[in-house]
């Protein structure tokens, strides 16, 4: 009887141990990346708490967004955006990575709005975000900025610290925390539509040439021929002036279409692409 109860009281002090040591275990096996770490193309570096909320407030987030970071780390970009209601996704070469993320984004709450891939940014389909976020180097931000380029006009690309070589951004804004001394900066680009070539406009007709968001060129009508000046491109939004009259329009692929104001009246223009320069 008492050794049975003893053999019973062994087992159970020997089960509650396997249970403890496995605890442990899986604890200390929970993978914990360091600041500085290898990654394929650039090493991992965390964008602190205060640049990522910035970057998304200066992106505009919304939940209509689907924001996609490349190169997606612990996911705190992607993570944050999904607390701001949007769907995220990161892509992440590093599975150790993903794994991480995706247990920080359901430790978080989010882990239905927040995805992440294993994957190489520069092999992964990203043309449906409607927001890219991206702390890497200046050289891989101007490997991808072709493929940005042809993103939909309006879509908004936000990198943390490293800029896009001559396309200018449209916008750059600084935290103060110390903890983001290091790497502080927002910069803001919002994809261009195409507006290069030649148009047929109701006054004549309009070559253009483009570099990036703005834009300029002159309309030809017989003999005449005036400047076109401070082209600007805002998405798919195109404010340009000719002469002295300022116009505004929204660019469609072939098409071009809008108002500008004369003698205190606001009349409707619209152009037709008939030759885009290759
Ligand atoms: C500087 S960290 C940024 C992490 C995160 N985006 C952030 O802002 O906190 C860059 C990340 O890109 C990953 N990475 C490097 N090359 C990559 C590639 N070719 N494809 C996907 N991820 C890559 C690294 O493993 C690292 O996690």
Known sequence: MITSRFVRQSLLMLCLS????????????EYTPEVGQDGKDVAWV??????????LHVAKVTPQDFVVDLGSGDGCLVITAAKRGARSMGIEYNPDMVALSMRNAAREGVAGKAQFIQGDIFETDFSQATVITMFLLES???????QILNL???TRVVSNTFTMGEWTADQVATVEDSDCSSYSKAYLWIAPAKVEGTWKFPQGELTLEQHFQTFSGALKSGSKSVSVTDG??????ATFTIGNVKYTGRVS????KGT???????????????????
């Open 152 to 154: 939909k006009p309006g």
């Open 232 to 237: 600007k491109l805002n998405g798919d939004l």
């Open 140 to 146: 891989l931000n101007l490997q991808l900025r072709p």
């Open 18 to 29: 396997l249970i403890v040591a496995c605890a442990r275990i899986s604890v200390s096996s």
């Open 253 to 256: 692929g072939n098409t071009m």
């Open 260 to 278: 500008y104001e004369s003698g205190g009246s606001t009349l409707q223009w619209s152009a037709t692409m008939v030759g885009k320069k290759m």
């Open 46 to 55: 965390p964008t602190c708490q205060e640049l990522v909320d910035k970057m």
